[in-house]
């Protein structure tokens, strides 16, 4: 039985995950397995709660070094296919990365992973192995060479060449090819079958730092004396699993090998070969999952007795309907982000568009359709996912939803912790409209601190139901959609998306959390002129992504790990 290999962080979350805080690291050790080089580094820095921002700048934390960043699980399944042709389906679960300000890729340099989850890592890898080897042409995938005999330790150090690479993401040094090869011949030898030693030299691979960790050490940069910069396998790393969420192919480890990837210009180019691949596409779907919190329409339920246009299948539709919605923003009509509040049209298949009321688009799958002229409903804010999600299972949540909106959308400061002492009154009786249930926070003055600014953003949502279905009245009771966003009054949902959409605030908060995605932390002081930089693409590119993205993939804070001279 392959011996678990001991990981090295810790982390602990609270509050939904908006607020986390992580344990110190401990020293990286590998007993039992070749360990990967790791260098020791010091403690990675505390996470914090989502910055909320003033004027466009969130408030920097202190800088602190850098060093380790854990795989997500979505990057660990990736990496899984990018490197054995297989499928994930029935792969055991691993241990996720716990989200930070809602993002785990945020959460990744302050990740731990449990004796639990060393043992979830352990029948992942196993899994995974057995089925890369399961039949002769599975093999052919992985494996360079057949090899001829349990003695066959060419075959056996050729295979630790070519996948460790891939699997390490860098050339593997003399020590660790030696050790890797002895363990597949060793295994081979005692199963009697070569195959075996391969497979469990894979799994062993799996199960390395080298593989799960992302090592961010850097180098002394020789244009800039005092110093560091990330070196070409760490750039190469940190491109790919930011822009595919996945390892890097073939073409970034030669650049890499080549030492190319410390310039601005080669970055640059390879941000743009690597956003034109499929995996970018995927790579967002998690980004658009994390911003929105859409996850929880995979397993949407409502009452049919209260939601009669409920099905199963209706949550993973709406998800779907606003992945499409970001995805033909960004890469098929390179569009400006703010739009996405305001546009008319949305992709439906058969299930939705008869959900939304509109005719049935041709075939099976989704295809984008048009609201009609004077539609209630206008832009994300106005499809029934994005709504739902944020609801309770049988009533519509104005504070959940203007919380989203807030925070997520605009990066406002709320706090969410109640004051000590805070005395809950009970629930109103009777038939009541949202409004009036929640017009106790305003009579609380501790409630009222809180709620004011998230229920009257909310309320104005009310026309949309807990599953998203427009409606005129709440069981019979008129509906005031009046909503207050800032110091401004605005009339329902499409008044909000319009505010939202002209919101200062919108564009640096989306930024913060594709810098804090692709560093993963949320900027510190350090990054004080990359998050500028970013910023300033979003505007000039006129809300588009893609600048935005090459902007953070070549800013000095993704390129080089802090020093004490800063910048």
């Given at each position: 039985m392959l011996r678990r290999c001991a990981l090295l962080l810790t982390f602990a979350a609270a509050c939904d995950g908006y607020i986390s805080t992580p344990a110190p690291l401990p020293a990286p050790d590998a007993p039992g397995l070749p360990p990967a080089t790791v260098p020791t580094t010091p403690a990675v820095p505390t996470a914090t709660p989502p910055r909320p921002l003033e004027n466009g700048w969130p408030s920097f934390a202190p800088t602190q070094p850098y060093g380790l960043r854990r795989l997500t699980s979505a990057q660990y399944e990736a990496s899984a296919v990018a490197l054995l042709g297989v499928s994930t389906a029935g792969m055991p679960p691993i241990e996720p990365v716990s989200a930070v300000a809602g993002f785990d890729t945020i959460g990744t340099s302050s990740a731990v992973v449990t004796s639990g989850g060393v043992a979830q890592f352990e029948g992942a890898a196993m899994f995974l192995a057995a089925a890369a080897f399961a039949t002769p042409a599975a093999r052919t995938k992985v494996s360079p060479c057949t090899p001829a005999n349990v003695d066959d330790v060419a075959c056996f150090r050729a295979f630790a060449t070519t996948f460790g690479r891939r699997a390490f993401r860098r050339a593997l040094t003399t020590t660790e090819l030696d050790r890797y090869t002895t363990l597949a011949h060793d295994v081979a030898t005692a199963?009697?079958?070569?195959?075996?030693?391969?497979?469990?030299?894979?799994?062993?691979?799996?199960?390395?730092?080298?593989?799960?960790?992302?090592?961010?050490?850097?180098?002394?940069?020789?244009?800039?004396?005092?110093?560091?910069?990330?070196?070409?396998?760490?750039?190469?790393?940190r491109l790919s699993f930011f822009l595919t969420n996945s390892a890097p192919d073939d073409a970034l480890l030669d650049a890499a090998a080549?030492?190319?990837?410390?310039?601005?210009?080669?970055?640059?180019?390879?941000?743009?070969?690597?956003?034109?691949?499929?995996?970018?596409?995927?790579?967002?779907?998690?980004?658009?999952?994390?911003?929105?919190?859409?996850?929880?329409?995979?397993?949407?339920?409502?009452?049919?007795?209260?939601?009669?246009?409920?099905?199963?299948?209706?949550?993973?539709?709406?998800?779907?309907?606003?992945?499409?919605?970001?995805?033909?923003?960004?890469?098929?009509?390179?569009?400006?982000?703010?739009?996405?509040?305001?546009?008319?049209?949305?992709?439906?298949?058969?299930?939705?568009?008869?959900?939304?009321?509109?005719?049935?688009?041709?075939?099976?799958?989704?295809?984008?359709?048009?609201?009609?002229?004077?539609?209630?409903?206008?832009?994300?804010?106005?499809?029934?996912?994005?709504?739902?999600?944020?609801?309770?299972?049988?009533?519509?949540?104005?504070?959940?939803?203007?919380?989203?909106?807030?925070?997520?959308?605009?990066?406002?400061?709320?706090?969410?912790?109640?004051?000590?002492?805070?005395?809950?009154?009970?629930?109103?009786?009777?038939?009541?409209?949202?409004?009036?249930?929640?017009?106790?926070?305003?009579?609380?003055?501790?409630?009222?601190?809180?709620?004011?600014?998230?229920?009257?953003?909310?309320?104005?949502?009310?026309?949309?139901?807990?599953?998203?279905?427009?409606?005129?009245d709440d069981r019979g009771l008129p509906i005031d959609d009046t909503g207050l966003l800032g110091d401004q009054t605005y009339a329902g949902q499409p008044g909000l998306a319009a505010l939202v959409a002209r919101a200062p605030a919108l564009g640096p908060c989306l930024v913060q959390a594709l810098y804090g995605s692709a560093v993963?932390?949320?900027?510190?002081?350090?990054?004080?002129?990359?998050?500028?930089?970013?910023?300033?693409?979003?505007?000039?590119?006129?809300?588009?992504?893609?600048?935005?993205?090459?902007?953070?993939?070549?800013?000095?804070?993704?390129?080089?790990?802090?020093?004490?001279?800063?910048?």
């Open positions: 199963a009697a079958d070569p195959w075996k030693g391969l497979e469990f030299a894979t799994s062993a691979f799996l199960q390395s730092p080298g593989f799960l960790y992302l090592a961010e050490v850097g180098e002394p940069d020789p244009a800039a004396p005092g110093h560091l910069r990330f070196t070409s396998d760490e750039m190469a790393a080549a030492g190319t990837l410390v310039t601005p210009s080669a970055v640059a180019a390879q941000t743009d070969r690597l956003l034109g691949k499929p995996q970018a596409r995927q790579a967002l779907r998690s980004f658009t999952t994390s911003l929105l919190a859409l996850d929880g329409l995979d397993g949407l339920s409502r009452p049919t007795q209260l939601f009669p246009r409920f099905t199963p299948t209706l949550g993973p539709a709406l998800k779907e309907e606003t992945l499409l919605t970001f995805e033909d923003l960004v890469f098929d009509r390179d569009g400006d982000y703010r739009e996405l509040f305001t546009r008319s049209s949305t992709f439906a298949n058969p299930e939705l568009a008869a959900f939304y009321g509109l005719p049935a688009p041709a075939g099976a799958g989704f295809s984008q359709v048009t609201f009609p002229a004077g539609t209630k409903r206008l832009g994300l804010l106005g499809q029934a996912g994005v709504l739902a999600v944020h609801d309770h299972e049988g009533t519509t949540s104005p504070t959940r939803r203007g919380l989203f909106v807030l925070t997520r959308l605009l990066c406002q400061p709320i706090s969410l912790s109640p004051p000590a002492g805070l005395v809950i009154p009970p629930a109103p009786s009777g038939v009541m409209t949202a409004r009036q249930r929640l017009e106790q926070h305003s009579k609380n003055a501790a409630c009222a601190s809180c709620h004011r600014s998230m229920d009257a953003v909310g309320l104005s949502l009310e026309r949309f139901d807990a599953l998203g279905v427009y409606r005129d993963g932390h949320l900027p510190t002081e350090f990054d004080r002129s990359s998050y500028a930089a970013a910023v300033a693409a979003f505007e000039t590119g006129q809300g588009r992504l893609k600048p935005v993205l090459r902007a953070v993939a070549t800013s000095e804070g993704f390129r080089s790990p802090p020093t004490s001279q800063g910048p």
